[in-house]
């Protein structure tokens, strides 16, 4: 060491005289006089160690390699490379930690990187390469341009690290900690983590949790993480506060209020940190969970403004102050008048007798007549500025429309706002026990003959006139043998609505989005979703997916690689099924050459909601419509956000075997029961697809029913306007059977669905589950029958057409029978 050091210096001492040589003398007169120097030690109060993080690699590369690029050319190096036994370059018999860079010296491990307000972490950091050599492909045919580490044109399959590796790791990993006690457990931290739009190692496969329980970084406490699990499956956080949460954990990421690229990435390296076996790039409640878990843990002190600003998201402005609130919602006098004088300062609004408020808020009025279908209402003789006044409307009301008219509001230039609700649903259900006793006969008797189970509401002005359960939700266990005690059918029961997504789910929140000016229906495809093009697709609107006319076929298997475009088209992932959608699947069909009723169609425009929305559909559909509603048994994927199984009517018997007939990867052969039935949606889009996917009971559709017969709203709430409603139900000038997705009674066009009897402006959908809506607005009704026909025995047709689902053979499973006997009677005793 010491002639290391004196070699050193004479080294430098050359350098410093231009090569001349001082001579050994000259030499030792320098090492005398820096060890004359005066020299004594005082530690500063004010210092820190160097190094703060740890970060943990994978090599990408075998040991040969990694020790040419670490070590002998390019660029790269680290502090510390860890072999493994498998590799067939690592000639060593024994396993050993090789260091490549002192600790107190800069390795090259990080690059361009951050973490917890900290950048290019080189210059505090140790690095540790483990050898570890993923098998990483792109698709070449890909037209997506981004390539990053988690786009969906990119698949890695990770191997399991070598067990010995992670012993030396675990060892290693404490050492460093005893020299640099600087190093808190929420940086140590792996290359994905500090630099997520660029890496993803050490990969999904790394142990952080073995490494945590070896007292090596931050890990979640259970009893936490299911408090804030619980309390975001109520009430989602946003984006926005997501990104905001990750940023204050350490991650470098802005906060946007969007899902860009930035942020899939953040997301896939959290989740490869701490929930590793659900690594989708998708905020949900687990991963929200998660993250504030650790931010209690380990940041108390920045929990609590997370919380209050989760809070304060979580309850918007009273609606008495957006205008995008309430049936009627209008300043008066009316600041855009008309010359037509007895136009202005009228409104008209929807109610049922004896119903209905009326919601004053003053500006600076002190008095005013307000009229109701003509009668004066009696209001304070003296109204105070910026004071709110309600009023019951009971006495004046009548079913139907109603008008309001105000006149002499004082002083000249004053002003008032006035907000009447939507109406909402009274339940009168038990007083008309006998009056659906036809009805109650058809299904009784299905039942009793081996249909499994059903539950039916009636709306009717305003009132659930009807709501009935019959059969079992459940009649069979897992391998096809009855049930020895089956589950009775509750009213309360919760169904998978199959394509009763579409109307729901998909153009509940297109009608919405419409409504405020983020979707024009007539505008191209591919204006909001810019990679959809070439074959054609450019020329796409995006109503013609609503009326089914852009030219796709009615499905693509792509859950199986038996599907009629091939293995190619085969796609068990959410991001891989999408790329498929925009870019890859084929038209069979011209533009407008004729309607074939597609789910592709309805996926695109799940994945278009997605696109403009910046959230995911299921978390768009239930933050910004259901919840809002009060509506809790309207989601997607249930089972994952706390409800349990037996609550939900079940479907196929034997998975989608169709009692063991058909066979693919991943097939599920248990009772369905709270899980998608389409297989399209379970397997190719993670539960939540524009086609199907969502779950719900009869009371929360009849909220939704009574929505579409109120014209966009219920109760305080305005989901979208009554005119854009309006266009969506109008009948098509090619098809008047279909509006934009809504399916139309038109005139008797529809009779398996609607009947003989529904009025031509009757609207609504059927779902393969065994779900059937229809939603008459000339009678003021609704009807919802919800069955499970599906949860019956494979059997022969009679028509020797096949095999067919047992349930679907009788009249309830076929749905117009049920309507028709419901339309009789209510038109035969009115």
Request: glycine share 8%; aromatic share 10%; proline share 4%.
């Amino acid at each position: 060491m010491k002639q290391r050091a004196l070699f050193t210096f004479s080294r430098l001492v050359n350098l410093r005289t231009g090569g001349k040589s001082l001579g050994f003398f000259g030499i030792f007169l320098l090492i005398v006089s820096c060890s004359n120097l005066p020299l004594s030690y005082m530690q500063s109060k004010n210092y820190s160690q160097r190094i703060k993080f740890l970060v943990m690699h994978y090599t990408a590369i075998d040991y040969q390699k990694s020790v040419r690029a670490l070590v002998d050319e390019g660029g790269l190096s680290s502090h510390y490379l860890i072999p493994e036994r498998n590799d067939p370059s690592y000639q060593d018999t024994d396993l050993k930690v090789i260091q490549l860079v002192e600790e107190s010296g800069r390795a090259w491990h990080a690059g361009n990187s951050y973490w917890q307000g900290r950048e290019d972490l080189n210059d505090q950091s140790i690095g540790i390469e483990i050898v570890n050599v993923p098998h990483c492909m792109r698709d070449t045919a890909s037209m997506n341009a981004l390539k990053r580490e988690n786009s969906p044109d990119r698949l890695c399959v990770f191997p399991d690290y070598d067990p010995k590796q992670i012993e030396l790791l675990i060892t290693l990993s404490k050492d460093i900690l005893k020299r640099n006690p600087d190093i808190l457990p929420t940086a140590i931290v792996g290359h994905s983590d500090i630099a997520a739009t660029r890496k993803n190692d050490p990969g999904p496969r790394f142990p952080w949790y073995q490494l945590y329980q070896a007292g090596i970084g931050a890990w979640y406490d259970n009893d936490t993480l299911k408090k804030y699990w619980e309390m975001f499956n109520h009430s989602p956080l946003s984006i926005g506060l997501m990104q905001n949460a990750l940023s204050r954990y350490g991650y470098g990421i802005t906060e946007t209020g969007i899902v860009d690229g930035a942020t899939v990435d953040t997301l896939s390296a959290f989740q490869m940190h701490f929930l590793p076996w659900s690594v989708s790039g998708k905020l949900d409640s687990k991963t929200a969970a998660t993250l504030f878990a650790l931010i209690e843990k380990y940041f108390p002190e920045r929990i609590e403004a997370l919380l209050r600003r989760y809070e304060a998201e979580k309850h918007p402005i009273k609606a008495a102050t957006n205008l995008g609130f309430y049936q009627l919602n209008e300043t008066f006098p009316n600041v855009e008048r008309s010359t037509r004088e007895w136009v202005n300062d009228r409104s008209v609004f929807k109610a049922y007798k004896g119903k209905g408020q009326i919601i004053i808020d003053n500006v600076d009025a002190q008095s005013a007549d307000i009229y109701i279908n003509g009668q004066k209402l009696n209001i304070e003789t003296s109204l105070q500025a910026y004071q709110r006044y309600e009023y019951s409307l009971a006495r004046r009301t009548k079913d139907g429309e109603n008008t309001l008219k105000i006149k002499n509001v004082l002083p000249e230039g004053s002003s008032l706002n006035v907000m009447i609700p939507f109406p909402t649903l009274q339940d009168t259900s038990t007083k008309n026990q006998g009056r659906f006793s036809k009805v109650d006969e058809l299904i009784n008797s299905d039942v009793a003959s081996g249909f499994p189970g059903a539950v039916l509401l009636v709306v009717k002005d305003g009132k659930i006139i009807k709501r009935s359960a019959y059969g079992d939700a459940r009649k069979f266990a897992d391998g096809g043998q009855p049930l020895e005690k089956s589950f009775k059918m509750q009213t309360t029961q919760i169904f998978d609505l199959a394509s009763n997504t579409k109307m729901f789910a998909t153009n509940f929140a297109l009608m919405k989005l419409v409504s405020e000016g983020k979707i024009d229906v007539t505008n191209p495809i591919n204006q909001y979703l810019p990679e959809y093009q070439g074959q054609g697709r450019e020329s796409r609107l995006v109503r013609d997916l609503m009326t089914h006319t852009a030219g796709y076929s009615p499905q693509v298997r792509f859950f199986t690689k038996d599907n009629h475009l091939g293995p190619r088209f085969f796609s068990q992932n959410k991001q891989q099924t999408e790329h498929l959608l925009l870019s890859r699947v084929p038209f069979e069909t011209g533009r407008q050459n004729k309607a074939v009723y597609s789910d592709t169609d309805y996926m695109l425009l799940g994945l278009l909601i997605e696109r403009v929305t910046n959230m995911p559909l299921d978390r768009y559909v239930e933050q910004e419509i259901y919840h809002p509603l009060k509506l809790n048994n309207t989601l997607f994927n249930p089972l994952q956000k706390g409800f349990a199984k037996q609550q939900f009517a079940a479907t196929e018997i034997q998975g989608n075997t169709r009692g063991g007939t058909v066979d693919f990867d991943n097939v599920r052969t248990y009772v369905l029961q709270g899980e998608v039935h389409d297989e399209k949606a379970y397997h190719s889009f993670a539960g939540v697809a524009g086609h199907a996917g969502l779950f719900s009971d009869v009371d929360d559709l009849a909220v939704l029913a009574q929505t579409l017969l109120n014209g966009g709203g219920y109760g305080p709430i305005k989901v979208f306007d009554r005119a854009v409603l309006d266009k969506f139900i109008k009948p098509e000038e090619g098809d008047s059977s279909f509006g934009l997705g809504w399916r139309r009674a038109d005139h008797g066009q529809n009779k398996w669905h609607f009947g003989p009897y529904a009025s031509p402006y009757a609207y609504g959908h059927t779902g393969w589950t065994g779900t059937v809506t229809v939603i008459d607005p000339v009678y003021d009704l609704a009807i919802i029958l919800l069955t499970n026909a599906r949860h019956s025995e494979i059997v022969e047709r009679e028509d020797g057409k096949g095999l067919a689902f047992n349930g679907k053979l009788f009249e309830t499973g076929k749905y117009g029978s049920i309507v028709s006997l419901v339309y009789e009677a209510l038109l035969e005793n009115p």
